[in-house]
């Protein structure tokens, strides 16, 4: 196992009732985002780190939603629920709306970022 792999091991173990959607990697995709446009060389205000954050947590949410989603329902039919349309719908839109939390944990992890990286000057 690589440094890198056993570090983001470490971080995802660390957060508390990780047994669910771990929040870490969005958060951590926010800040990755906006350290790698910092060492491009370009500026990154406060606005820009926002917009940022919410494609970072827009790509995680979608990606979410297209292998969860499908997974709650397959589970739903195959131990033989008989769950009313009811049941099913608010079983999947739970889901949604966990997957698209993931929006603001990224943008928050690219907004506390951004005040890090604002008046450094990046390497080339």
């Keep these: 196992m ?3 792999a056993r570090i983001a091991f470490f ?3 660390s957060v508390p009732g990780s047994r669910s959607f771990p929040f870490i990697w969005p958060l951590l995709g926010g800040i990755i985002a906006i350290v790698l446009v910092h060492r491009r060389g370009e ?3 406060f606005a820009h780190a926002l917009i940022l954050g919410a494609r970072v947590g827009g790509i995680a949410a979608v990606v979410s939603i297209v292998l969860i989603v499908p997974a709650v329902l397959f589970f739903l039919h195959r131990v033989d629920l008989v769950a009313p ?3 099913t719908g608010a ?3 739970g889901v949604i709306i966990a997957c698209l939390l993931v929006i603001p944990v990224a943008i928050i992890g690219a907004a506390a970022t951004q005040p890090f990286v ?3 000057v990046a390497r080339s």
Aim: net charge positive.
């Design 85 to 87: 349309v009811v049941v």
């Design 11 to 13: 971080l995802h173990a």
């Design 2 to 4: 690589t440094p890198g």
């Design 43 to 45: 500026p990154v205000s």
């Design 118 to 120: 604002r008046g450094s």
């Design 91 to 93: 079983a999947t839109a």
